[in-house]
Each structure stands twice: as structure tokens, then as C-alpha cells.
């Protein structure tokens, strides 16, 4: 699963990885959060505000800061879709 942070690294950025992070280690999985700050990469997913939540090269989120456990379920979401596969 690869999980990625969009935003330029305000405050609400900064806040959705470290929920993203507590999440992914409250369930014990192995995945990295990636951060990413360049708006040449942001734009290349269809966000129009941030900060966005891309989960397996799909947006999730964007525009807000979703509670923990919003965020546990978008990635067990993520999770059951790659089950499927």
C-alpha cells in the first residue's frame, strides 16, 4: 500500500500526515506515509484544495483534516480493495 500527503506543509498538512502516521501505527501495519510538498506532484492529482490523502494513486481526501478514525477507515477501505484484487 503506498499512502501519500499532498500539501506545501501548512499547518493542516503537517496535522493530516501525523494522523495518517498514528493511524498506520495503531493498526500495526508496514506502510510508508509519504509526504509530498511539490506543487508540480500535487498537481498531478485532482486536488483542489489541500491538504489531499492519496491512497494507492487514488484520492481519498482533500481539502480537510478527517478525524482518526475516518483516516482507519479509508486505509481498511484501501486495504479490502487490494484483497479483492
Do not use: F, H, W
Request: a positive charge; aromatic letters at 2%.
Amino acid at each position: 500500500m503506498n499512502i501519500k500527503v499532498l500539501g506545501p506543509g501548512c499547518a493542516k498538512c503537517v496535522s493530516l500526515e501525523k494522523t495518517v502516521k498514528e493511524v498506520v501505527l495503531a493498526l500495526k501495519l508496514d506502510i510508508t506515509v509519504e509526504e509530498v510538498k511539490d506543487m508540480k506532484q500535487i498537481m498531478q492529482y485532482p486536488v483542489l484544495m489541500t491538504p489531499g490523502l492519496v491512497i494507492n494513486g487514488k484520492v481519498v481526501l482533500s481539502g480537510k483534516v478527517p478525524s482518526k478514525a475516518e483516516v482507519e477507515r479509508l486505509i481498511m477501505n484501501a486495504l479490502a480493495d487490494e484483497e479483492r484484487k
